[in-house]
Every structure is written in structure tokens, then in C-alpha cells.
């Protein structure tokens, strides 16, 4: 398994930006994904996830934020995030745990300048 994500960039506070996390290998269910992200000198810390029932949860710096969805056809789980503000700053990563074990996605740079 391996999970690719994308979607970051630089951003303005106020904007918005969409990550993508596309995982391939042999995988049936996309419920448990999480994302992540690490700010400088910080501990990585989750901010949102599909549950393994299916349920959403945020962290609560981002809940009426941040959306967090998934396509099991294609495998990818999106994050959607509006009203971006600059602690919002961050490497964000996804992660996925399939058949007992852990998969991060490589990262992907999140920048809101002020």
C-alpha cells in the first residue's frame, strides 16, 4: 500500500485549498484515514478522520473548517479547508492503517500567509 498526497500550496488567510490523499495497493475501505499535519518545532497532530464506522472527527482548531471525505472507488480521501488562517501553517500527512499495518503519505506543504 502506498498513499500519495497532494494539493498543498501557498494561500492567503481567508482562502481555501483541497488536499487529496490517493492510495494504491490492495485496500477495500477507506474508513480509518486520517489526516495529519506538523508545524515547525511542533508534534504532528491529527486534524481530522474517517472513523472505522465511517463518521468524521475533527480536532477541534479546525471543525467547522475543515471537511474531510472520501471516495472508495478511487481510493482517496480529500480534506477540504476553508477560512484558512496562518496556525493553520503546517506539513500535512495522511495516514491509513490496512492489514495490521501503518501507511503515511509523503507530505505536502500547507503555507496561509497574513
Known amino acids: 500500500v502506498q498513499l500519495q498526497a497532494s494539493g498543498g500550496g501557498l494561500v492567503q488567510a481567508g482562502g481555501s485549498l483541497r488536499l487529496s490523499c490517493a492510495a494504491s495497493?490492495?485496500?477495500?475501505?477507506?474508513?480509518?484515514v486520517g489526516w495529519y499535519r506538523q508545524a515547525p518545532g511542533k508534534q504532528r497532530e491529527l486534524v481530522a478522520r474517517?472513523?472505522?464506522?465511517?463518521?468524521?472527527s475533527y480536532a477541534d482548531s479546525v471543525k467547522g473548517r475543515f471537511t474531510i471525505s472520501g471516495d472508495v472507488v478511487k481510493k482517496t480521501v480529500y480534506l477540504g479547508m476553508n477560512s484558512l488562517n496562518v496556525d493553520d501553517t503546517a506539513v500535512y500527512y495522511c495516514?491509513?492503517?490496512?492489514?495490521?499495518?501503518?501507511?503515511w503519505g509523503q507530505g505536502t506543504q500547507v503555507t496561509v500567509s497574513s
Open positions: 474517517i472513523t472505522a464506522g465511517g463518521s468524521r
Open positions: 495497493g490492495r485496500i477495500f475501505s477507506i474508513n480509518g
Open positions: 495516514k491509513g492503517t490496512w492489514w495490521g499495518s501503518d501507511y
